[in-house]
């Protein structure tokens, strides 16, 4: 089977060729050694199409190629890892490098997969959607570097936007929401770039350890800094509980531009370092 010359979906499931699985997806399926029937590796695509991928649940060995698609005619609209992936999708060494379409949905819903690393270089991702991620240090890896990807609801595991890989600068993300789902374990954030709109933290842990930030409306969780000199602007922010911890171990490192409006919660758990200047309302 070769690629088909039209937007289409992509299952990727290891090494194996069973028919099954090809038949069940509609034929485009592919394995870490081609397509099944061997016609190349994804991103064989040349044609200005906008595909989607897909990491299916009856996967039967980790994917080992680097998938690079960044200087591809097509783009990549959605992206979905299913519950039950099992296998390690990209590394830091050879990352899932998406040319992404602006307008997809990057979906992930896997506890038992290994770290994820995805950048995108080009349009923002309409939405990214983490319901769970491997269990292991910041499993997932996230970078967008031709527009601020638009929304990301973190509802579980470990996810990092780093701020750069292999030169992709992190433009950021405009809302990010740190939510957990319903029976869920509480999400880690390390925000290593821009939040241009909203930061809503809900419960879990957010790191913020780089970047600015426009608005942080903590409702729950603890939000800390890393602690460095890195410089980190909060231009607003509303306290309504939880924690906000905005030492870093060295004076005006953090930046807070507005008066922190206290709308509830005890005001004994916002933190910062002597010197550091915080005002409230």
Same mark, same amino acid.
Request: charged share 15%; proline share 2%; with cysteine.
């Given at each position: $089977?070769?690629?088909?010359?039209?937007? +289409?979906?992509? !299952?990727?499931?290891?090494?194996?060729?069973?028919?099954?699985?090809?038949?069940?997806?509609?034929?485009?399926?592919?394995?870490?050694? =081609?397509?099944?029937?061997?016609?190349?590796? !994804?991103?064989?695509? @040349?044609? +200005?199409?906008?595909?989607?991928?897909?990491?299916?649940? !009856?996967?039967?060995?980790?994917?080992?190629?680097?998938?690079?698609?960044?200087?591809? =005619?097509?783009? #990549?609209?959605?992206?979905?890892?299913?519950?039950?992936?099992?296998?390690? #999708?990209?590394?830091?060494?050879?990352?899932?490098? /998406?040319?992404?379409?602006? @307008?997809?949905?990057? *979906?992930?819903?896997?506890?038992?997969?290994?770290?994820?690393? #995805?950048?995108?270089?080009?349009?923002?991702? +309409?939405?990214?959607?983490?319901?769970?991620?491997?269990?292991?240090?910041?499993?997932?890896?996230?970078?967008?570097?031709?527009?601020? +990807? @638009?929304?990301?609801?973190? $509802?579980? =595991?470990?996810?990092?936007?780093?701020?750069?890989?292999?030169?992709?600068?992190?433009?950021?993300?405009?809302?990010?929401?740190?939510?957990?789902?319903?029976?869920?374990?509480?999400?880690?954030?390390?925000?290593?770039?821009?939040?241009?709109?909203?930061?809503?933290? !809900?419960?879990?842990?957010?790191?913020?350890?780089?970047?600015?930030? &426009? /608005?942080?409306?903590? *409702? =729950?969780?603890?939000?800390?800094?890393?602690?460095?000199? &890195?410089?980190?602007? /909060?231009?607003?922010?509303n306290f309504r509980g939880g924690t906000l911890d905005l030492q870093t171990?060295?004076?005006?490192?953090?930046?807070? &531009?507005?008066?922190?409006?206290?709308?509830?919660?005890? &005001?004994?758990?916002?933190?910062?370092?002597?010197?550091?200047?915080?005002?409230?309302?």
């Amino acid at each position: $089977m070769a690629w088909t010359d039209a937007t +289409a979906t992509y !299952y990727w499931a290891g090494t194996d060729a069973d028919e099954d699985y090809q038949n069940g997806t509609g034929g485009n399926w592919v394995s870490s050694t =081609g397509v099944v029937a061997g016609a190349g590796l !994804y991103p064989g695509k @040349t044609a +200005a199409h906008a595909d989607s991928i897909v990491l299916p649940s !009856y996967a039967e060995s980790a994917i080992t190629v680097n998938v690079d698609n960044s200087a591809g =005619g097509g783009t #990549i609209v959605d992206v979905t890892v299913e519950d039950g992936f099992a296998f390690a #999708i990209a590394s830091r060494a050879a990352p899932l490098y /998406l040319k992404s379409a602006g @307008t997809g949905v990057w *979906r992930f819903d896997s506890e038992d997969n290994g770290d994820i690393w #995805i950048v995108s270089g080009t349009a923002a991702v +309409a939405a990214i959607h983490v319901l769970r991620t491997s269990s292991s240090d910041d499993a997932l890896h996230l970078v967008f570097g031709g527009a601020a +990807a @638009t929304l990301a609801n973190i $509802m579980g =595991g470990n996810v990092t936007f780093d701020t750069n890989l292999f030169g992709v600068t992190n433009l950021g993300v405009a809302t990010v929401n740190v939510n957990r789902q319903s029976g869920g374990s509480e999400p880690t954030v390390n925000i290593d770039a821009p939040v241009g709109t909203a930061l809503n933290v !809900y419960d879990g842990a957010v790191y913020w350890n780089g970047g600015t930030v &426009t /608005l942080l409306d903590e *409702r =729950g969780g603890v939000v800390s800094c890393e602690k460095s000199t &890195t410089a980190r602007t /909060l231009t607003n922010a509303n306290f309504r509980g939880g924690t906000l911890d905005l030492q870093t171990g060295v004076a005006e490192t953090v930046t807070v &531009t507005n008066p922190i409006a206290v709308l509830g919660g005890d &005001t004994q758990n916002i933190r910062w370092d002597i010197g550091q200047t915080v005002s409230f309302t």
